[in-house]
């Protein structure tokens, strides 16, 4: 069984079948175009560049295709990018599908959606609970499939409803430290907080943003759900409004996306615990085929620091 893009080292050569997640053009300082491409098989992917690309390759080689691809691994600005020495794109001839390509959520869709559920009927107040049964009810398909993001964390298939339910899963603990929460609120924000990126994001394969995602985005899309749906039930009062302060707020901050900061607990402890989450999948994934005593690549969105992976870690504590 061949090893999969992730867990090649520097140096050494690739010979694979990959899938085109994104394809940017781009212009030399010599003034010839090249392509971006960011690569992926089931476990992970990898940037490369094809210089002196032809209009034929802009073409062929986009988002969504499969191509056959001879290169090696090399280090670039403290990441891993694959040198391309050969690239084809495939055929039937090939045999091969884009779902083998795709990487997905550690956890079955139906044992997630069943977790999920349980924080519904956990959920005490008839307000808040049908609300958010009725938007998950609605949207339950594509929310079981959607990816969590374009890139960075949780971009995968069911990546959506795994970072729900290990966000649920954390504000149940911290719940138990702060009694004073309240559960419904909180665990109703933690599921419909990201819900808006069913109709932002395209779906798992060659994940891009959508006319919608793009000048709407996905806290304007479910605030907008939230009041629609109390509309349609027939549910009124502060509950609506605060479920819809708790969505709208969890980015924090104005330059991070949300068009108010937090201004009630759950909503503060909302926007840790996506936060928490979120960071703790990035270096997750960038530690994963890394051996203890190496860094890993470097993670952009956590102002680019590469992680270490202690000598210790992977090995049996003598106690």
């Known amino acids: 069984m061949k090893k999969g893009i992730k867990h090649h080292k520097i140096g050494e050569p690739v010979e694979s079948y990959l899938l085109i997640k994104s394809s940017k053009k781009g212009v030399a300082s010599n003034g010839k175009p090249f392509l971006t491409l960011m690569l992926a098989d089931q476990s992970g992917e990898i940037e490369a560049k094809l210089w ?38 495939t055929s039937d001839m090939d045999q091969v599908n884009t779902a083998d390509f795709l990487q997905s959520a550690p956890l079955p869709p139906n044992e997630m959606l069943e977790r999920i559920n349980q924080y519904l009927f956990e959920m005490t107040n008839p307000k808040i609970q049908r609300i958010t049964r009725h938007l998950m009810k609605k949207h339950q398909k594509s929310f079981m499939e959607a990816p969590a993001a374009t890139k960075n964390h949780h971009e995968y298939v069911s990546g959506l409803a795994y970072h729900v339910v290990c966000m649920l899963d954390l504000a149940k603990s911290i719940s138990a430290l702060y009694p004073t929460l309240d559960t419904d609120l909180l665990y109703s924000g933690v599921i419909l907080h990201d819900l808006g990126k069913v109709h932002e994001l395209s779906g798992p394969v060659a994940t891009e943003y959508t006319k919608e995602g793009k000048l709407l985005g996905h806290i304007s899309i479910v605030v907008n759900e939230i009041a629609e749906a109390a509309k349609e039930l027939e549910i009124e009062g502060e509950e609506v409004l605060t479920l819809q302060h708790v969505v709208l707020s969890h980015h924090g901050k104005g330059e991070w996306g949300s068009p108010k900061p937090p201004l009630i607990r759950e909503a503060e402890i909302l926007h840790h615990i996506d936060n928490l989450d979120a960071k703790m999948n990035m270096m997750d994934r960038a530690l994963e085929g890394v051996q203890p005593g190496e860094f890993s690549d470097r993670i952009f969105p956590m102002d680019n620091r590469t992680f270490y992976k202690p000598l210790f870690h992977d090995k049996p504590l003598d106690l």
């Open 52 to 89: 002196g690309c032809s209009p034929e390759d802009e073409e062929l080689f986009i988002g969504k295709a499969i191509v056959h691809i001879h290169g090696e691994v090399n280090e670039y600005r403290g990441n891993r990018q694959l040198k391309i020495k050969a690239i084809r794109p």
